[in-house]
């Protein structure tokens, strides 16, 4: 747990001496019109339509209300930074705690949800970052009920809706190995998954809803790589589900192998 946190200091350290960088080209980088999203949607665009189907105002103005805002936002991105970089080692050292208590089968498969872990939730921070925050911003932006309004963003919006989305996909892209645990544990089942797969979409859509803003069109972006990943992970647990009936089965036959010899 010490070597965890000091690896997210030391991340969250790098990231703070490189904040000018990180928010002028990472964290505002989605309100942009040369962000890689807006560009592959627009060449798309181009070529179907003959024109950009993007186009944001050149200035995104952002406020400070408060005394110590920019400061807080600072610590925020760099402990998000921190915990983005040092997942990796975090997921490493909760496996090397717990290895030694493994047998060797036993850790051939720790190492699969290990690695499986910190992969989706890099493939979630991600695809919160270049698939769904480009379009919330974009939304956002170009939303409009009267010409007279004169847009002033707030930076703490701006960081709490970069990080709920960002963060939240991040979270949400590990479900597969959360029915990959519960498979195990006998607490789930595909033909359940299979049955409520009605029900599992109308979640997915609110959780999408709640992770990102209220406009459709982020919505929609969020939800479909999580319903995605909910085929996924029907197809992971009747695999694990497969494997578990087969290693009951052997040590059935062994038990009336064995009663059989007696």
Not at 30 to 49: A, C, E, G
Not at 146 to 160: E, G, Q
Not at 232 to 241: A, K, L, Y
């Amino acid at each position: 747990l010490i070597r965890c946190v000091i690896a997210i200091i030391i991340c969250a350290c790098v990231v703070g001496f490189n904040i000018e960088w990180i928010i002028d080209h990472v964290f505002f980088g989605p309100v942009r019109n040369d962000f890689p999203t807006f560009k592959v949607v627009n060449h798309f665009s181009r070529m179907f339509i003959g024109e950009d189907s993007i186009t944001l105002p050149a200035d995104f103005p952002v406020r400070v209300q408060r005394l110590y805002q920019q400061f807080n936002v600072m610590m925020a991105v760099s402990i998000f930074g921190g915990i983005v970089l040092a997942f990796p080692y975090i997921v490493y050292e909760i496996w090397r705690f717990i290895s030694p208590a493994l047998h060797e089968n036993e850790r051939k498969n720790s190492l699969f949800v290990i690695n499986g872990i910190w992969i989706l939730f890099m493939m979630g921070v991600l695809c919160g970052y270049y698939l769904i925050l480009p379009f919330a911003v974009n939304f956002g932006v170009i939303f409009k009920i009267s010409d007279i309004i004169i847009p002033l963003y707030d930076l703490s919006d701006y960081a709490t809706l970069f990080l709920q989305v960002v963060l939240g996909m991040g979270v949400m892209f590990l479900f597969p190995m959360l029915v990959y645990f519960l498979t195990n544990m006998g607490l789930l089942t595909p033909e359940f998954m299979k049955t409520y797969r009605r029900h599992a979409i109308v979640l997915i859509m609110v959780v999408a809803a709640i992770v990102t803003p209220a406009d459709v069109m982020s919505m929609m972006m969020a939800a479909m790589p999580l319903l995605l990943l909910y085929e996924i992970s029907i197809m992971m647990c009747n695999r694990t589900f497969n494997i578990l009936q087969k290693k009951e089965a052997l040590e059935n036959n062994k038990a009336l192998a064995k009663k059989d010899t007696v």
